[in-house]
Every structure is written in structure tokens, then in C-alpha cells.
């Protein structure tokens, strides 16, 4: 079975300071990486996936299969960055094809 | 306008009462798929269907249903037997392939049903 953690529910950060928000994942079989981000009153939207290897926003992801993590990071945060974000994992071999979700962590950042 | 739409928005019902909740997308996907979002737990997986007749059980189907008849439709059922059903729904959909990566999902707006 696939298990996404995200051991923060909160991070609370300055406009302009750096961001990390960690993603701990538990797979046996081949996973793909993603994050999704949903603002105040928004719908939950892709951010981006391991796939792709792209910035979005200014924000990176980097698989680290030894350590089996996906930690989002961006060196300069926005106060439109406040959001929801949400690390999920999705099998690229047979089984559940569905995401699993970690739990979540808020980004607040601060002017 | 393509896109997943979920109605009603908001639905009240009562102890002892079925209710279903409507899910319907355009985008011409295959795999449809049904969460239930709760403060501090994130998305818990309920049902999700891989191709139209077929569906399978998520991480907490007990006491829903669902149905897929159609490829544009996957509606879930919250039956009396849910114990705590007081929650966010999410719908979303995606291509949907056995192996390999698949497509972005795509998320409804959403459901907030409150049993009263």
C-alpha cells in the first residue's frame, strides 16, 4: 500500500523568505510525484509533478528516491502563495492507479 | 466550457437519509474518482472507476455507493450506514491509463454536505 506524510500542518513564513514544505512518501513499486495547491475559494489545482521536471511559480520539486521524498521549495515567497498544498503519489506500475493525498500543510505567508 | 462540475453546492440532510451527490465531467476522461476532505486528514479516497461499468473501492467506502454508467457521469451515494458524513466531497477525473504516468487530475468545486 502507498502512504503520502507531510509532517506539517503549518508553516508560517515572511514575504521574501524561503520555503520548504516536505513530503515523505512509503511505496514499494515505481510512484509519480506530484503537488497540488488549493487557494481561499479556489478548486484544488495541479502545481506540479516529478515528471515534468519544471518550475511552476517559482516553485521546484525534486524525487529523491533514497530518501523516498518530494519536498517542495521556493526561495522567495509571495503573500499569493498562501495556500493549501497537497503532496499526493500515484502508482506508474499495476495496482491503485488513483493519488493518494498526505494530510496537508498551510502556507501562510506573512507581509 | 469543459471542465468537472459537482452540484449541489452545499446539501443538508437528515439522520437516516440517503443522498446523492452529482458528479459529471466533459473533458472526455476515462477514470473518474471520489474523495471526501476532512480538516487534518486531507483526501481520503472513497471510490474511484477506471472505464464506464467499473468501479472500485477506495480506502474508505463503507457506507458509500456509486454508479458509472455513463463515461460523463459518477455520482456517490452517502447512505445511512455512513457514520460521520458531515464533510467536504471532491470529485475529480483524469485520462487514466493502467501503467505508467498518467494525466493531471482535475477537481470539481465540491460538496459540502452537512447531516442535520
Known amino acids: 500500500a502507498q502512504r503520502v506524510t507531510q509532517p506539517e500542518k503549518l508553516l508560517s513564513v515572511f514575504k521574501g523568505a524561503p520555503v520548504e514544505l516536505k513530503c515523505n512518501y512509503s511505496?514499494?513499486?515505481?510512484?509519480?510525484l506530484f503537488w497540488y495547491v488549493q487557494y481561499s475559494r479556489q478548486r484544488l489545482q495541479l502545481l506540479l509533478r516529478?515528471?515534468s521536471r519544471e518550475s511552476i511559480k517559482g516553485f521546484t520539486a525534486d524525487l529523491n528516491k533514497g530518501e523516498t521524498s518530494f519536498h517542495l521549495k521556493k526561495p522567495f515567497a509571495q503573500e499569493e502563495d498562501s495556500a493549501m498544498y497537497y503532496c499526493?503519489?500515484?502508482?506508474?506500475?499495476?495496482?491503485?492507479?488513483?493519488?493518494?493525498f498526505g494530510s496537508g500543510t498551510r502556507l501562510q505567508v506573512q507581509p | 466550457d469543459g471542465g468537472i462540475t459537482q452540484s449541489p453546492k452545499y446539501l443538508f440532510r437528515k439522520e437516516g437519509q440517503n443522498v446523492t451527490l452529482s458528479c459529471e465531467q466533459n473533458?472526455?476522461?476515462?477514470?473518474m474518482y471520489w474523495y471526501r476532505q476532512d480538516p487534518g486528514q486531507g483526501l481520503r479516497l472513497i471510490y474511484y472507476?477506471?472505464?464506464?461499468?467499473?468501479?472500485q473501492k477506495g480506502d474508505i467506502a463503507e457506507g458509500y455507493s456509486v454508479s458509472r454508467e455513463k463515461k460523463e457521469s459518477f455520482p456517490l451515494t452517502v447512505t445511512s450506514a455512513q457514520k460521520n458524513p458531515t464533510a467536504f466531497y471532491l470529485c475529480?477525473?483524469?485520462?487514466?491509463?493502467?501503467?505508467?504516468?498518467?494525466?493531471?487530475?482535475?477537481f470539481g468545486q465540491g460538496t459540502r454536505l452537512t447531516v442535520v
Open positions: 473533458l472526455n476522461h476515462d477514470a
Open positions: 499526493a503519489l500515484r502508482t506508474l506500475d499495476t495496482g491503485r492507479r488513483a493519488l493518494t
Open positions: 511505496y514499494s513499486g515505481s510512484p509519480e
Open positions: 475529480a477525473s483524469s485520462i487514466g491509463r493502467s501503467r505508467g504516468p498518467g494525466g493531471e487530475a482535475f
Open positions: 516529478h515528471i
Open positions: 472507476s477506471q472505464i464506464v461499468n467499473d468501479f
